[in-house]
């Protein structure tokens, strides 16, 4: 029987984890501030014992009031990944905010700037 390598395991519980993650906060969670999170990312520990959850909050929504609704929900969270029988140990999750797509529009706008200084000059 093969094996797959060490390194891919993460990968894919990581996947798996913010599949279940979001079904969790869009289907089971009763508040409706949590549904104004958007998971991008998911990256677990080698040992699998630490999930980083990177996530953006919508720019309509109050970021302060979700991320308290997300607080509160922790517990309810927790549970119900712990129900789908994903990892035979609950990993400790740390919800980040996921700045990639604040940098792209940052280098987008520079890049935009850039673009009309050259056209200012011919």
Do not use: N
């Not at 699998?48 to 919508?58: C, E, P, S, T």
């Not at 400790?92 to 890049?111: M, Y």
């Amino acid at each position: 029987m093969r094996r797959s390598s060490p390194v891919k395991r993460p990968v894919r519980v990581a996947e798996l984890l913010r599949e279940t993650l979001a079904t969790i906060l869009l289907t089971k969670c009763a508040d409706p501030r949590l549904r104004e999170l958007t998971l991008t990312e998911v990256e677990m520990t080698p040992d699998l014992k630490q999930a980083r959850v990177y996530y953006v909050v919508r720019e309509s929504a109050d970021r302060r009031q979700v991320l308290a609704a997300l607080h509160k929900a922790m517990g309810f969270i927790r549970g119900e990944v712990a129900k789908a029988h994903i990892l035979r140990t609950m990993p400790e999750f740390h919800f980040l905010p996921d700045e990639a797509l604040d940098r792209a529009a940052r280098l987008e706008a520079l890049f935009q700037e850039l673009d009309k200084g050259e056209a200012g000059k011919d």
